[in-house]
Each structure stands twice: as structure tokens, then as C-alpha cells.
């Protein structure tokens, strides 16, 4: 057992952080107010070399690996990158561009990958519909094949990035008699006759990440679109849901560890019976959670990008228990955070109410806490 | 990074596994009796085969790492009582007095680290001499360290039976803590108190606190086990007891909080080998989140199996995992100072 960080990807870690304070994060404040997706922001992540990070050079990536991506998605969270970016920036990177670095044809990743890697273009992924959410397998989605194209009708919910998106990796279903084999997976562009998005949802947090429905009418695809083979859909979805469970985590702990710091910093300053609340013990206490959550929390996760990075096949079980613990012990901390603040805490000006908003996130997107639970109950 | 054991250790734990188990049943009713002497007589049977284990020279190097935690979790898992004679007494014991040998008489030394007698470890927590409670091995042990305080802070000093009146003084706890842990009401003992070492209170502690995380994995993990393998068994209707929801999840759970303490406990041993500068932090977030995780995961577990929850090991479990949120640096003090440290106080 050796938990310690390559001295490269400390550095690595600290020029991240550097980089989001002095180019993001003075911006995130008045974009959540705003609800607004920062197109500036995200195309200096993509700059910074952030949004291609584990990609292959020739795709503008840096072959990162995965540990040193999940630190990279850590070190926005400290910085103090609001949730809603980070979202954004896992969604285009996770469940869009890596699924068409990993099951795309060549020209697949020639025409889309250098694009998104820059942050020129933008991604999403559709998997979710307005009557199947947790049930994947229910999609209805139908994407019926006639002579060289596909047709797509049908429509999606939830989809982050959807109003902003260049490229939808869309998933649907080819043969409406099966359930899981019966989902395969097509590349949808802007601008494609009979695809169109919603109006972006106002939504509780990650509000500077754009959701939308994406709506499909006798949408045509051609058949170079479809990624991966016929029914090949579920199982590269399975495969997206090991990022969202280690990279798309990464920031929620991450921006624990901010808010920790901050307060740390408001205990120290702030002052009532004559002393920082800091010297109250009750402060103490709340500092603690914060600290215990973060540790434990940043041991499962990286615990997934290492075994990813040995090329342990699908590690289902590890994965659940790290979302499974993010999202459901991360409510106290947050709630800790808030109410040291006291009042100022509920203000908008000390950030920690957004990062609460945020982080409630983290037991629904990706799969929900209950979810994670069934996964975890079979597989025990 | 790596979050694997290597095949070395995994080998010496299962062996370390595979040569106490056979004798566990036995060694279990010894362990439980009321008779002192039948006790004694199991925990040194138990010590006698652990110390053909690294068990002990992985606890006693002067910074143990995540290795020592793999071994205490077995052995936590599989007797809390040898596990807590063990650790609380002839380890524990050790390990304070060994920086301190020079000071004391040797010739006990080797018979206590070779495990072939039993030592014990008192602590008074205000000065003069008062009842204690929780004193390991206290009914039955060779050798006593007392520490108390003087003016001066803290002192430890090495007694034998006699000398401490260990056996008109002591009287063993309740079930489910005796004949293991005892009642005790040391003799006045200030003369030789004025003698002993000077100890930081912090250093015991800390130690203890070690000890305790390692009894809190093995406590969740049995639970989870005992837990899983029961509604696997027992059916609802047609289907196993697992397959229902309210029970699978709150497995789940348990399972989450097993690795998650796990996890946090193996990140504090490490960094405490490595003398990281966030260790003492480190060590109090494992030691409140162990303890508290141990309590909630074994009442949740008897939860899980009604009535039968009560029988076996688990009810016992239950009552020790509160013990470990209380001894060493108990829970809220630990999270306080984990707030202290953060704030640089
Ligand atoms: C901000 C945001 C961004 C998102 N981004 C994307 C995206 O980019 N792409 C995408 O495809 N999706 C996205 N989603 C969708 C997200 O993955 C789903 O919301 C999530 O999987 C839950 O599905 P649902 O909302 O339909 O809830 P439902 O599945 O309807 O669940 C409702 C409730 O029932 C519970 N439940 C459901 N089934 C079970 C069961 N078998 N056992 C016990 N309880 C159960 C759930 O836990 C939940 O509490 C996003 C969602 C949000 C809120």
C-alpha cells in the first residue's frame, strides 16, 4: 500500500489550481447568479490542455493517465471551480469524447476529438429520457435503419451541455423488442435536420452547467454516425459510468477541500462572545466533518482511477461504493459548512450555499445513491 | 500509488489466519469464562500462537504502517478478546516501556514480547489512587504498568502482582468485557510513582487509539459478514432475505462504510509510517470514523437480523464497538481536536 502522489503530479495538481484561481474562478460567482454556462471558461480549459487530458497526443491530448485526470478534476474543485463547470467539463470529456476515443473508427476520432480536446467544440452525451432514468434498459428512443442512414425519433431529459452541445454521443434503440442488447450508440451534430434541444432547466445547483432535453424528430443519421456496433450501446454506457464515478467525482472532493478551507478561515475571523467561533468546540466538530468526509472520500476515488489505470476490467463494486459515498456522506459536511457560516453561510457572497446546491448533485446524476445501493446489494 | 497488498503479506496474513483459527472455538470459551485462571489460560494459549506470526514485530517497529492494520483487522475479526489481552496489555505495554527500557528491570522484557507472560496497562486519570475500570488482563496479568499523575505530569512505573495487589484489588467486568477487562483499585503506590518515567498522556493515547481502529474494521467486518451470510440463508417468501431492499441496501451501506473505513484507517497508517505532516490529523479522522462506523454498522447489522442478531457474536460486538468510541481518544474529543489541529491550534 503506498498512497503518496509522483512529485510530477503534485506539480501537476498545484499548476491546475493556479491556473482555474487566476482564469476561472473570479468568473464562476456572477455565471451561477446568472445561471449561464461560461463559453470563455471552458475554452480556457481546453488551452490549458484540461478538456483532451488522457487523450492520445495525435488527438490533442497530453495521454494523461487516469489518476493524474482525477487529479486534474480534484484540483478545479480546490481551486474553487463552481460544480456546474466542472459538470460541463465531465460530461464533455467522460461521457462524450472519451466514448468516441474508445469505440470510435479512426475517422471518428479524427473529426471529433481534436475539436473537443481544444474545447472548440463542445459535447454531450443522451442517455436519460423523460419516462427512463434509472431503468437504462427502457429507453425508447428508436433509431430504425433505412437503406444508408438511421432515422432517430424519440427525445432525451437531463442532458448537460444539451443547448450548448456541437456533438451529442446519442443512445437508442435499434431493435425495440430487446432490452439492453437491443441499445446502440450514434453521433449526432448540431445543425442535423430533426434534431433539436429544450429550453435550459433552472435547476437547484450546477447552474452554469446548461441541461436540457435534446428532441429527436425523423432525425437522420447517417450510418457512419452509429459508434460501435449494432447493440453495442449498453455496454459502452457501462463503461461511461466508471468515469462518473471516479473523474465526475473528483470535483465534488475537490470543492469539499475548498469550502474546508474556507472555513478554517472564517473560524479563525469571525468573532462572537468575545472569541473566533474557532475556539468553540462545536466549530471544531464541524471542521471535522468536513476533513473526515474529504479523506475518505478522496481514498475510493482514487482507488477507481488506480484500477483503472491497471486495466482491472468493469470494477462495478468500487465504483458504486465511491458514488454511493459521495453522494450520501457528503450532506452533513456540506450542511457543516453552511451553518459555521451562520447567516452568511445562506448569503450567495461566501460561496459555501453554492457549493450545498452543488454538491446535491452528487447522489443523483450518474446513477442514484439507490442505484448505487442495488449495484453494491448484487454484487454482495 | 498503490492500493494493493503484495503477495508477501497476503501470504503471512493467511497464514496468520490459518493457524489461529482451528483453535478459535476452544480458545473462545477459555477467553469467556468466569474462572480468572481458565481466562489466563487461553490468552496465553492464543499468545502462543500468535507469536510464531510477524503479528508482534509489525506493532512493535517504531512506525508501523497499513501492514500492521491487515493484521489487526484479522485478529480483531476473529477474537476480540485475545485481540484486546493482546494489544491493550502485553503490546501496549511494550510499546511504552521500550523506549523507556533503560529504566526498567530487562528480565521481564523478553517473556513479554515473546508472549509467554501477560502484561497489563493502567491509567489514572486524576491523581491518587482510585477505583479503574477497563483495565486489560487486570484480573490475571504478571505485570502491571501503572501511569498517573504527579505535579509533574505524568509518570509510568512496572509492578508486579503483589506489589499493585492485582489479586485482592481487581475484580473482572461484566460480560461481556470480562474476565478480559477487570475492575481495579490499586494499592497506594506514590513512593514508586515518584520514581517512574515521565510519559506524554498523547503518546498512550495514541497508541491506543491505533489499536482501536484496528478492533473497529474487524468489529464492521464481522458484522457485514455475519449480516450477509444470514439473509443470504434466511428467505421472505420466495426469495432470500438479500433480495429485499430495505435489507440489501442497508448491506450496501454497511459494506460502504466497511471500505470507506477501511480506506481512511489504511491512509493514516501509511502516513504515519511515513511521517507525514498531516499524521496526527490523519489518526484522529480514522480513529472518530472507525469508531462511529463500527457502532452504527453493528446496530444496523442486528437490525438486519431481528432476533437472531441478539444471539450470536453480534450482541457482544455491539456493547465492544461502543467501548471503542469511548477508550483511547474518545470520539467527540478526537473530532475536536481534529477542528484544533486544522486551525493550527
Ligand atoms: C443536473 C443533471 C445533469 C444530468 N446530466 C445528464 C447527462 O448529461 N446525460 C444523461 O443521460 N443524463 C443526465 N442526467 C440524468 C441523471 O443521470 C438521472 O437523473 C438519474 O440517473 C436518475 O434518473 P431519474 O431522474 O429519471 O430518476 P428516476 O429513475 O425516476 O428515480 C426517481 C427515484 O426513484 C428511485 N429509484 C428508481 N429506481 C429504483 C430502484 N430500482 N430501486 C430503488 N429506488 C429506485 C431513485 O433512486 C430516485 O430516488 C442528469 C441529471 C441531472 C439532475
Known amino acids: 500500500m503506498e498512497f503518496s502522489l509522483s512529485p510530477e503530479q503534485m506539480t501537476f495538481k498545484e499548476q491546475v489550481i493556479k491556473f482555474a484561481r487566476k482564469e476561472i474562478v473570479p468568473r464562476c460567482g456572477e455565471h451561477d447568479l446568472r445561471g449561464e454556462f461560461d463559453f470563455q471558461s471552458f475554452r480556457k480549459l481546453g488551452e490549458f490542455g484540461i478538456l483532451g487530458l488522457h487523450f492520445p497526443e495525435e488527438y490533442g491530448g497530453s495521454n494523461a493517465d487516469v489518476l493524474t485526470t482525477v487529479i486534474a478534476g480534484e484540483a478545479l474543485g480546490e481551486a474553487g471551480v463552481d460544480g456546474g463547470l466542472t459538470l460541463s467539463y465531465g460530461a464533455h470529456t467522460f461521457l462524450c469524447a472519451d466514448t468516441i476515443l474508445t469505440f470510435g473508427t479512426e475517422e471518428q476520432r479524427q473529426r471529433y476529438l481534436p475539436r473537443l480536446s481544444t474545447g472548440e467544440w463542445i459535447g454531450c452525451m443522451g442517455l436519460t429520457e423523460p419516462s427512463a432514468g434509472s431503468d437504462v434498459a427502457s429507453i425508447k428512443t428508436r433509431a430504425t435503419k433505412r437503406g444508408d442512414h438511421y432515422v432517430l425519433n424519440g427525445s432525451k431529459m437531463f442532458i448537460t451541455n444539451g443547448p450548448v452541445a456541437d456533438v451529442a454521443v446519442v443512445y437508442a434503440k435499434t431493435d425495440m423488442d430487446l432490452k439492453r442488447s437491443g441499445i446502440s450508440c450514434f453521433l449526432v451534430e448540431k445543425g442535423t435536420p430533426g434534431f433539436s434541444s429544450g429550453k435550459n432547466l433552472l435547476k437547484m445547483g450546477v447552474r452554469t452547467s446548461c441541461t436540457s432535453e435534446l428532441i429527436f424528430e425523423d432525425c437522420r443519421i447517417p450510418m457512419e454516425n452509429r459508434l460501435g456496433g449494432e447493440g453495442e450501446g449498453w455496454i459502452m454506457a457501462l463503461r461511461t459510468v466508471e468515469w462518473d464515478r471516479s473523474a465526475l467525482l473528483a470535483p465534488f472532493i475537490g470543492g469539499m477541500t475548498y469550502v474546508l478551507k474556507k472555513c478554517i478561515r472564517y473560524a479563525k475571523e469571525r468573532y462572537q462572545f468575545g472569541r473566533p467561533i474557532g475556539e468553540f468546540e462545536a466549530t471544531k466538530n464541524k471542521l471535522a466533518d468536513l476533513k473526515i468526509f474529504i479523506e475518505a472520500a478522496r481514498m475510493l476515488c482514487y482507488r477507481v482511477a488506480w484500477a483503472k489505470d491497471k486495466g482491472r476490467p468493469l470494477n462495478h463494486l468500487e465504483a458504486a461504493v465511491a458514488k454511493l459515498f459521495v453522494g450520501d456522506w457528503s450532506l452533513v459536511p456540506a450542511n457543516s459548512a453552511l451553518l459555521l457560516h451562520g447567516g452568511y453561510g445562506y448569503c450567495h457572497e461566501y460561496e459555501v450555499e453554492r457549493y450545498f446546491r452543488d454538491s446535491r448533485l452528487a447522489p443523483i446524476g450518474g446513477g442514484t445513491s439507490d442505484i448505487q445501493k442495488r449495484i453494491i446489494q448484487r454484487l454482495l | ?345
Open chain 2, 1 to 345: 500509488m498503490d492500493f494493493e497488498w503484495t503477495e508477501e503479506e497476503i501470504a503471512m496474513a493467511e497464514g496468520f489466519t490459518r493457524t489461529l483459527s482451528p483453535q478459535l472455538g476452544e480458545l473462545e470459551t477459555r477467553l469467556n469464562s468466569s474462572e480468572v485462571k481458565l481466562a489466563r489460560e487461553g490468552v496465553l494459549r492464543g499468545f502462543g500462537l500468535i507469536s510464531e506470526s510477524p503479528y508482534c514485530s509489525l506493532i512493535l517497529r517504531e512506525r508501523q504502517g497499513p501492514t500492521s492494520l491487515l493484521f489487526r483487522e484479522r485478529l480483531s475479526y476473529l477474537s476480540p478478546r485475545l485481540y484486546f489481552a493482546l494489544e491493550m496489555g502485553n503490546l501496549l505495554f511494550l510499546k511504552i516501556v521500550e523506549p523507556l527500557a533503560q529504566f526498567f528491570k530487562a528480565d521481564y522484557y523478553d517473556t513479554l514480547k515473546n508472549l509467554r507472560s501477560v502484561a497489563s496497562v493502567l491509567v489514572l486519570e486524576a491523581e491518587g489512587v482510585g477505583p479503574i475500570s477497563f483495565v486489560p488482563n487486570g484480573a490475571y496479568a504478571d505485570l502491571f504498568l501503572l501511569i498517573a499523575p504527579n505535579q509533574k505530569g505524568y509518570k509510568a512505573s512496572v509492578f508486579d502482582q503483589l506489589e499493585i495487589g492485582a489479586s485482592t484489588e481487581s475484580t473482572p467486568m461484566d460480560w461481556p468485557f470480562g474476565p478480559i477487562f477487570s475492575h481495579m483499585r490499586p494499592k497506594e503506590l506514590p513512593y514508586r510513582l515518584d520514581h517512574g518515567v515521565s510519559l506524554e498522556l498523547g503518546t498512550l493515547r495514541k497508541i491506543q487509539d491505533q489499536i482501536l481502529i484496528g478492533a473497529s474494521l474487524g468489529s464492521i467486518k464481522r458484522a457485514f459478514e455475519e449480516a450477509r451470510d444470514f439473509t443470504k440463508a434466511k428467505r421472505r417468501g420466495d426469495r432470500p432475505l438479500i433480495a429485499c431492499q430495505e435489507v440489501g441496501f442497508k448491506l450496501a451501506e454497511i459494506f460502504t462504510l466497511l471500505d470507506a473505513s477501511r480506506h481512511l484507517a489504511l491512509r493514516a497508517f501509511w502516513a504515519e509510517e511515513i511521517a507525514h505532516r498531516e499524521k496526527d490529523v490523519l489518526l484522529f479522522c480514522a480513529k472518530a470514523f472507525c469508531a462511529e462506523s463500527s457502532e452504527r454498522v453493528l446496530s444496523e447489522a442486528i437490525q438486519i437480523m431481528g432476533k437472531d442478531g441478539f444471539e450470536g457474536s453480534l450482541k457482544e460486538l455491539y456493547l465492544f464497538s461502543k467501548l471503542f468510541g469511548v477508550l483511547g481518544t474518545p470520539t467527540e474529543r478526537a473530532r475536536v481536536n481534529i477542528g484544533g489541529l486544522l486551525l493550527g491550534a
